[in-house]
C-alpha cells in the first residue's frame, strides 16, 4: 500500500522562497508527481520525478530521494497567484495506474 | 488539444436518488480514472476504465460503477445517494504507459 504525508498548511510571504516537503512509504515506488489545486479547480502537473536529484522548472523545483522516501516541491519568488493547495502524489497499483495522494498542502502567501 | 472536461460543474441531490456524472477525456488518451475529493483531502482513487472495461478499483463501494465509450468519454454513475458522498468528483484521462495525466475540472456534488 502507499503512504503520503505532507504538512496541512503553510504561509509564506510574497517574493520568498517555500519549501514543501512530501514522505511516502510504498510497496513498490514508481515516481512522484506534484501537481498544483487552486480551490474550485482541475489539479495540475507541475512535476514527476523518478530519478534522485533536484530538477528545475522555472521558478519551481522538485528533489526526489528515494532512499530516504523524501520529496519536496520548492517555489521561488513567490507571487499571490502562487496561493493554492499543492498535491504530492504517487503511481500504484499493479499497472501504475492508480494515483495516491497525499491530502495536501495549503500555501498562502501574503503580501 | 481540447483538455478534460466534466459536466455538470455542480450539482445537487436528495439522499436515496442516483447520479451520472460526465467527462471527455483529452484528444489522444485512451485511459480514463475518477477520483473523489472530499473538502480539504487529497482526491481518492475510484476506478479507472482502459479499453472500456474497468481495470483497477480503490476502496470504493459497488454503488460507484462506470462506463467508458468507443470515444474515451465515460460517466460515472453513484446508486443510493448518501450525504457522505458530497464531493469533487475529478476525471483524469491518460495515454496507457505515458505516466502523464490530465484532470478535469470537476464536478461538485452535494447530497442533502
Known amino acids: 500500500g502507499q503512504n503520503i504525508d505532507q504538512p496541512t498548511e503553510m504561509t509564506a510571504t510574497e517574493g520568498a522562497i517555500v519549501q514543501i516537503n512530501c514522505t511516502y512509504q510504498?510497496?513498490?515506488?514508481?515516481?512522484l508527481f506534484w501537481y498544483q489545486q487552486h480551490a474550485g479547480e482541475a489539479p495540475t502537473f507541475l512535476s514527476y520525478?523518478?530519478?534522485?536529484g533536484l530538477e528545475e522548472k522555472g521558478r519551481f523545483s522538485s528533489f526526489l530521494s528515494r532512499s530516504k522516501g523524501y520529496s519536496y516541491l520548492l517555489l521561488k519568488e513567490l507571487q499571490m497567484k502562487d496561493s493554492a493547495s499543492y498535491l504530492c502524489?504517487?503511481?500504484?497499483?499493479?499497472?501504475?495506474?492508480?494515483?495516491?495522494f497525499g491530502k495536501g498542502t495549503k500555501l498562502s502567501v501574503i503580501p | 488539444e481540447t483538455g478534460v472536461t466534466q459536466s455538470p460543474t455542480h450539482l445537487i441531490k436528495t439522499r436515496g436518488q442516483q447520479v451520472t456524472l460526465r467527462c471527455s477525456s483529452q484528444?489522444?488518451?485512451?485511459?480514463v480514472s475518477w477520483y473523489q475529493q472530499a473538502l480539504g483531502q487529497g482526491p481518492q482513487f475510484i476506478f479507472q476504465?482502459?479499453?472500456?472495461?474497468?481495470?483497477g478499483r480503490g476502496n470504493f463501494p459497488p454503488r460507484f460503477s462506470g462506463l467508458q465509450f468507443p470515444n474515451y468519454s465515460s460517466e460515472l454513475n453513484v446508486n443510493a445517494l448518501e450525504l457522505d458522498d458530497s464531493a469533487l468528483y475529478l476525471c483524469?484521462?491518460?495515454?496507457?504507459?505515458?505516466?502523464?495525466?490530465?484532470f478535469g475540472s470537476g464536478t461538485r456534488l452535494t447530497v442533502v
Open positions: 483524469a484521462s491518460s495515454l496507457v504507459g505515458s505516466g502523464g495525466y490530465t
Open positions: 510504498t510497496s513498490g515506488f514508481n515516481g
Open positions: 520525478n523518478v530519478l534522485d
Open positions: 502524489a504517487s503511481p500504484s497499483g499493479a499497472g501504475s495506474y492508480q494515483l495516491t
Open positions: 484528444s489522444g488518451h485512451n485511459t
Open positions: 476504465y482502459y479499453r472500456e472495461e474497468e481495470n
